[in-house]
């Protein structure tokens, strides 16, 4: 047990920062804007386009993952969704989930 946080803490963690400095920024530093602000409109509809959203961001504002990786696929939409419900707690685990995944499944690619 000791161990393994050890090897944990000395590996480097990635953060929503480092692949979707932008979306990092809106959703994780910043107070989720009243729903139907110009600031929130803006927000969700990008966060509706594949390219733009958080997801789209990691991918360098490209859309290519829309038939390459489903789950991307799914968790782009569980952002807009849980930004559209303002659920701070969903945002999080979805932000946790979808990072484990780009780190198994697209580091080094992208
Ligand atoms: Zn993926």
């Known amino acids: 047990?000791?161990?393994n946080r050890a090897m944990q803490n000395t590996r480097e963690r990635l953060?929503?920062?480092?692949?979707?400095?932008?979306?990092?920024?809106?959703?994780?530093?910043?107070?989720?804007?009243?729903p139907?602000?110009?600031?929130?409109?803006?927000?969700?509809?990008?966060?509706k386009v594949a390219s733009k959203c958080?997801?789209?961001e990691a991918y360098k504002y490209d859309?290519?993952?829309?038939?390459?990786?489903?789950?991307?696929?799914n968790f782009?939409?569980?952002f807009m969704i849980y930004f559209t419900l303002r659920s701070r707690s969903k945002l999080e685990k979805n932000k946790n989930a979808?990072?484990?995944?780009?780190?198994?499944?697209h580091l080094g690619i992208c």
Request: charged content about 20%.
């Open 54 to 56: 958080v997801v789209g």
């Open 15 to 34: 953060s929503l920062a480092d692949i979707s400095p932008v979306w990092h920024y809106r959703l994780y530093e910043h107070s989720i804007p009243l």
């Open 63 to 73: 859309s290519s993952y829309l038939v390459e990786c489903s789950r991307c696929d």
């Open 76 to 78: 782009g939409w569980k």
């Open 98 to 105: 979808f990072l484990v995944h780009w780190t198994n499944e």
């Open 1 to 3: 047990m000791k161990k």
């Open 36 to 47: 139907f602000s110009l600031t929130w409109l803006k927000w969700y509809f990008e966060l």
